[in-house]
Nanobody, 120 residues
Framework: QVQLVESGGGLVQPGGSLRLSCAASGSIFRLNAMGWYRQAPGKQRELVAGVRSGGTTNYADSVKGRFTISRDNAKNTVYLQMNSLTPEDTAVYYC??????????????WGQGTLVTVSS
């Protein structure tokens, strides 16, 4: 069974930084992509940043230049470095894995979420 465990959320002042981590465990056939999503109160869940198996990254316009997604393949971990945080970044952040369980079955796994609160 594939699981994702997130960490690194918390309370930070505007202008501050946080780094989120998402560690994957379990066996898969092929990794397609991993990404970070967020959901603020009363809003839909949105993609924040993603990284494909080949290393290509993409970001939401609202976080470009402030957030960086990276991965450590040896540790099966993906990170989200968040700088210059604003109150608008306050949300529950979720990690998502897009993979193939075997050559025929797709697999999507979500983490449990970690709360990021940006407030003075």
């Amino acid at each position: 069974q594939v699981q994702l465990v997130e960490s690194g959320g918390g309370l930070v002042q505007p202008g501050g930084s946080l780094r989120l981590s998402c560690a994957a465990s379990g066996s898969i056939f092929r990794l397609n992509a991993m990404g970070w999503y967020r959901q603020a109160p009363g809003k839909q869940r949105e993609l924040v940043a993603g990284v494909r198996s080949g290393g290509t990254t993409n970001y939401a316009d609202s976080v470009k230049g402030r957030f960086t997604i990276s991965r450590d393949n040896a540790k099966n971990t993906v990170y989200l470095q968040m700088n210059s945080l604003t109150p608008e970044d306050t949300a529950v952040y979720y990690c998502r894995l897009d993979a193939m369980y075997d050559p025929y079955r797709p697999l999507e796994v979500w983490g449990q979420g970690t709360l990021v609160t940006v407030s003075s």
